[in-house]
């Protein structure tokens, strides 16, 4: 290396995109932003990244030392070709003094690409791979919620191959490990100061290769296939309500354990019930005679007829509850409620005789129209049974 070279090396400050003044915390992040961008294992084959993210990463090994970054700031690159300074002949060659605090730097850097790369820190890649989750949307009817129901449905679902159990390969064959990787799964490079660890490309990380692929699943060790589920809902579930199914769903490559299967209910409405929790609400209107003179109602429930007695002088508004006419409450003892409120209708469409009937009635009456404070009407709530 000599003098002259390195006079040519771009500014370190000016690689990290920081003033020369920085604080340490304002390099870390910096380096760390320029190594995500241009780490390897993010632009495979990409050369022009890999020189970056070796300059960055030289750049922030000089400045991130204390000692070292005052050599720069007085010598500038020439502090590390060797003649003039401390610290050999590079900083950058052998024992690197610096590689501890990149555990602290990388840690969730590395998390997360050895995540996308589908690998792990510790070597080989495990053949066996739990399966997926797999979700199905169930419709039901809104008396099946409050009830509960069976069905069964059907799933398509990806299961271990039963011709060669789960190995891909063909009957009496073994897979053989791969001579790429000697059956590590990683393939390690040096990348500028420290190794980087890359999932083998000749076995996808498994460490072994199918030489002679099983013909019933081609070696892919899972055939498609589709499954029946008697499916038990509860009573008392409700919209978007989940039912898991252990070891239902997708079966994992290599004979992994399979995944969950969710069963998630879609509950259709009811005609004139609704529900709140496990309440039941319903409207029920009435005449205004009725609601003048009292008057007994039947209301079809969910479960049979009940009678609501409606005194004389009910309003609109008013609110019956049936106790225990409610939903069930989901895995518990009990019901809700089913509450009627009474909404007393206006008479339209009279006829002659009607109308003069209710002038009638009107002229006996005292009439106050003075404002009062919303909500008076539906205060008033009545229980039964
Ligand atoms: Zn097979």
Do not use: W
């Not at 090994?61 to 970054?69: C, N, T, Y």
């Not at 590390?80 to 950058?92: I, L, V, W």
């Not at 252990?246 to 992994?256: P, V």
């Not at 004139?272 to 429930?301: K, N, W, Y």
Request: aromatic letters at 8%; hydrophobic letters at 30%.
């Amino acid at each position: 290396m000599s003098a002259t070279a390195n006079v040519t090396k771009v500014d370190f400050y000016e690689v990290l995109s920081v003033s020369r003044d920085a604080s340490d915390q304002e390099l870390k992040t910096a380096y760390r932003k320029l190594a995500m961008q241009y780490h390897p294992d993010r632009n495979p084959g990409d050369a022009t990244a890999e020189e970056k993210f070796k300059e960055c990463s030289e750049a922030y090994q000089v400045l991130s030392d204390p000692e070292k970054r005052a050599a720069y700031d007085r010598y500038g690159h020439a502090a590390f070709n060797g003649s003039s300074s401390g610290f050999g002949s590079s900083p950058f060659g052998g024992g690197f003094g610096g590689a501890q605090d990149l555990g602290d730097i990388f840690g969730d850097l590395f998390g997360e690409m050895f995540n996308m790369g589908g690998s792990s820190r510790g070597g080989r890649a495990s053949r066996a791979q739990r399966g997926r989750d797999l979700r199905y949307d169930l419709t039901i009817e809104f008396e099946e919620a409050v009830f509960g129901v069976e069905r069964e449905i059907k799933i398509r679902r990806s299961e271990t191959c039963t011709d060669c159990h789960g190995t891909g390969a063909a009957r009496g064959k073994e897979p053989v490990t791969c001579s790429a990787c000697g059956g590590r799964g990683q393939q390690r490079y040096q990348q500028g100061f420290f190794s980087v660890a890359r999932t083998c490309s000749t076995c996808g990380g498994t460490g072994t290769l199918i030489v002679d692929p099983c013909t019933t699943c081609r070696g892919e060790t899972r055939i498609q296939t589709e499954h029946t589920i008697l499916v038990k809902v509860p009573a008392g579930v409700e919209q978007d309500t989940r039912i898991r199914y252990q070891g239902e769903g997708e079966s994992g490559k290599f004979g992994g354990p399979a995944g969950d299967l969710y069963v998630v209910l879609n509950v259709k409405s009811h005609k004139f019930f609704e529900r709140d929790g496990d309440d039941l609400h319903c409207v029920m209107p009435i005449s205004f005679p009725q609601a003048a003179l009292g008057t007994e109602i039947e209301i079809q429930t969910l479960e049979g007829v009940e009678t609501i007695k409606v005194p004389e002088g009910t309003q609109s508004g008013r609110e019956f509850k049936l106790r225990g006419k409610g939903v069930p409450h989901l895995n518990e003892r009990g019901k809700g409620d089913l509450i009627v409120e009474i909404r007393v209708q206006t008479p339209g469409k009279l006829s002659k005789q009607q109308k003069e009937l209710l002038r009638q009635l009107a002229e006996t009456m005292e009439v106050e129209n003075t404002p009062t404070s919303r909500g008076i009407f539906g205060k008033v709530k009545e229980m039964f049974n």
